[in-house]
């Protein structure tokens, strides 16, 4: 199993860039597909972006596609969610996880998909 830590979150304005990281710990890191959720308040966890094993694949939510870039540094056991252009409907909770099944040379943005989970970071951004 692969402990995820997420750090990064703030309150910014509008325009702005945050960069989220999720640290893992744990010797499999490498071998898992990754994803970045979010759950805003009274809505449902949706996918944002995916990462394939070895970074080499990515995929986005429409909501976020040429705004925010999900990257990986399996060196450092660390997942990235580079987000530039912040909107106030991006402020949400922001959760890594890691995929079900390990070699996943596609990303997934189905949540069913990933059944390890850090404990979120908050993004705020206001107008």
């Known amino acids: 199993q692969v402990q995820l830590v997420e750090s990064g979150g703030g309150l910014v304005q509008a325009g702005y860039s945050l960069r989220l990281s999720c640290a893992a710990s744990?010797?499999?890191?490498?071998?898992?597909?990754m994803g970045w959720f979010r759950q805003a308040p009274g809505k449902e966890r949706e996918f944002v972006a995916g990462?394939?094993?070895?970074?080499?694949?990515?995929l986005y939510a429409d909501s976020v596609k040429g705004r925010f870039t999900i990257s990986r540094d399996n060196a450092k056991n660390t997942l990235y969610l580079q987000m530039n252009s912040l909107k106030p409907d991006d402020t949400a909770v922001y959760y890594c996880?890691?995929?079900?099944?390990?070699?996943?040379?596609?990303?997934?943005?189905?949540?069913?998909?990933?059944?390890?989970w850090g404990q979120g970071t908050q993004v705020t951004v206001s107008s």
């Open positions: 996880a890691s995929t079900r099944r390990t070699y996943s040379g596609s990303p997934s943005d189905r949540r069913e998909e990933y059944d390890n």
């Open positions: 990462i394939s094993w070895t970074g080499r694949s990515t």
């Open positions: 744990g010797r499999a890191f490498s071998i898992y597909g």
